[in-house]
Antibody
Framework: QVQVVESGGALVNPGGSLRLSCAASGFTFSDFYMGWIRQAPGRGLEWISYMSSSGSTIFYADSVKGRFIISRDNAENTVSLQMNSLGAEDTAVYYC??????????????WGRGTLVTVSS | VLTQPPSLSVAPGQTARIICGGNDIGSKSVHWYQQKPGQAPVLVVFENSHRPSDIPERFSGSKAGNTATLTISRVEVDDEADYYCQVWDTASDHVVFGGGTKLTAL
């Protein structure tokens, strides 16, 4: 059974940094792309980033590019999101998700329950 | 950009059709997610019309031209949720979600 569990959400000051972690199990982690999606309070889903199975290919949404860094540890079955220069607009529930990737598709069959990041002084 | 109607109301037992429009959507695979309040999204249709094994047959997807449609037959109160369409833009390698449609069964 696929499980994806996020952690690390917290209240952080504007301009601050935070690192989210995601632990995956129930599948061969090193075979799959992984991604992060967020949802601001009362708003829709916003894709943030995804990373290839080896970690060699990474893409970011324009809203976080240059501030957020995705990484993975295939030995530990974890994926992380380092978030820097946080602003109020980054306040959201952050979801980690297993991604399906092929030449014509990227989508997310399995999601964690999310972790809340609040940026406020 | 993917465009969805913000809301849709359907009586229980009737059919709900949630649409998703966008430029060049005809050339992309469309995926659909259901999100109930306080829960994570769940994939209900992938690659336009395929259904995960644990999703009821009442859920189906289709696409014609630049419009994709999620159809929910015999709507139940438990189907009340936000529904999001999603595509992958191969030109930018970016994932794009629609704004979501809130389905109310009443």
């Amino acid at each position: 059974q696929v499980q994806v569990v996020e952690s690390g959400g917290a209240l952080v000051n504007p301009g601050g940094s935070l690192r989210l972690s995601c632990a995956a199990s129930g599948f061969t982690f090193s075979d799959f792309y992984m991604g992060w999606i967020r949802q601001a309070p009362g708003r829709g889903l916003e894709w943030i980033s995804y990373m290839s199975s080896s970690g060699s290919t990474i893409f970011y949404a324009d809203s976080v590019k240059g501030r957020f860094i995705i990484s993975r540890d295939n030995a530990e079955n974890t994926v992380s999101l380092q978030m820097n220069s946080l602003g109020a607009e980054d306040t959201a529930v952050y979801y980690c998700a297993r991604a399906y990737y092929d030449a014509a598709n990227v989508y997310f069959p399995d999601w964690g329950r999310g972790t809340l990041v609040t940026v406020s002084s | 950009v993917l465009t969805q109607p913000p809301s849709l109301s359907v009586a229980p037992g009737q059919t709900a059709r949630i649409i998703c429009g966008g430029n060049d959507i005809g050339s992309k695979s469309v995926h659909w997610y259901q999100q109930k309040p306080g829960q994570a999204p769940v994939l209900v249709v992938f690659e336009n019309s395929h259904r995960p094994s644990d999703i009821p047959e009442r859920f189906s997807g289709s696409k014609a031209g630049n419009t994709a449609t999620l159809t929910i037959s015999r709507v139940e109160v438990d189907d009340e949720a936000d529904y999001y369409c999603q595509v992958w833009d191969t030109a930018s390698d970016h994932v794009v979600f629609g704004g979501g449609t809130k389905l109310t069964a009443l």
